[in-house]
């Protein structure tokens, strides 16, 4: 399959970006920002390295990056960056992080790239062509059963997402004892893309935290919209990500939270 230029490119970014990720793993400390995440040297020199490829290959593309914020011309094309997604897992050597980019046309994921270096795996899509991990064709699970269906779940650091996750989590677990924070929401949504596991929810996100995913989960056969069940945009401020079998229960329970 022929893949357009943007893709090449947003996969050759993020594989660089794996490499600095890759080089400073245990070996560097983390500091906190002004909310209180952490953020390492790692992300710094990934996302610089990510808007260099991106300003030099396409210059009249605006850049939204978790580090530095907006760069770049106003464009309707916006590239969306997660220089390391999965920070706080990243600093406690927890290899569960991954380097997320997405291309955003008018607020609507138009290709998203996924790199996941500590077990070397790629999954992209771009609108209508599919998803794939390292060029194998991936689907959303099969799985039927609520009760035995993995959910992953994660939430923004101000307490209205923190007290809107517990009353999600109270009204989730009686009901299904498989749920897991897993601390990477980008993968977590490649995930679901893949079978790994069924379904993904976050409260309170950012543009970045979920850019990159949520193009390869629609690809790859899974339904993404907000809590109240309009399609996902860059403007929700909510997701849902999940194989289409148990997505209208678990909207069910989250739409009133």
Known sequence: MKRMEELEVAIEAVKKAGEIVRKYYGKVNASRKSDRSLTTKADTESENTIKRILQKRFPDHSIFGEETGKS???SDYLWVVDPLDGTTNY???NPFFDVSLGLVHKSKPIIGVVFYPPQNELFYAEKSKGAYLNDARITVSNE???DDSVIAFCHGRDQ???TRMISAFSHLKPVNNKVRQLGAAALE??????GRIDAF???GMHPWDVAGGTMILKE???????FSGRDFDMRSHDVLG?????YQKLLDILCDI
């Not at 949504?189 to 893949?194: E, G, H, K, P, T």
């Not at 790859?220 to 907000?226: E, F, I, L, N, S």
């Open 72 to 74: 770049g011309k106003e």
């Open 91 to 93: 600093a406690f050597q």
């Open 144 to 146: 039927r059963s609520f």
């Open 160 to 162: 209205q997402s923190v």
């Open 189 to 194: 949504l490649c995930y679901v893309a893949c």
């Open 201 to 203: 929810f976050m409260v």
């Open 220 to 226: 790859a056969g899974g339904k993404v919209t907000d």
């Open 242 to 246: 999940s194989s289409p079998r148990i």
